[in-house]
């Protein structure tokens, strides 16, 4: 008995899990919609197959500038295997609004506006979707999953 549940919950997850293509559109109208693009800009995610390095993520951040009058873009590129954790934080925010923290194991993020290698960068996020945050948190760690690095949601210590 415990082994015919155990292959019937095997080919339910199996046969309803999100591709990475899905994860990625996913993970992009929910960045649009609660990621801050009054002040931070717009995010984005893609995949791209790189001939030298392999698999890497390239995220985006649109963000428009009033005093040029034009939109200016930031760039983050990584492998995913160089990414340590994925955790939400009121860091920086004076109400109790949580932002998405993506770290790297060193340096290993590069920042093409600043050009050198970042140790972590931030997804700030709208303020009141909370319950938002961690479920692009949750999205973040099923790609990375997809991608070969299979990264723990971190506990929250201060929760009951």
Known sequence: MNKILMIFLLIFQVTFSQTKEETVEWLNLNLENYGDN?????????????????????????SWNPLMEKNTFDYFSFKPDAISSIYLSGKGRTNKTLDIYIKSKSNRIYDSDEE???????????????????QLQ???????????????????????
Do not use: C, S, W
Not at 116 to 134: P, Q, V, W
Not at 138 to 160: Q, V
């Open 38 to 62: 009054q002040i931070m800009g717009t995010y984005q995610i893609e995949t791209k197959v790189d001939p030298n390095y392999g698999e890497t993520i390239l995220f985006t951040q649109k």
């Open 138 to 160: 949750t999205g973040l760690l099923h790609l990375f999953e997809l991608l070969g690095n299979k990264l723990e949601k971190p506990k929250d210590l201060f929760k009951n």
């Open 116 to 134: 050198k290698f970042l140790g972590e960068f931030r997804i700030t996020m709208k303020n009141g979707h909370n319950d938002k945050a961690e």
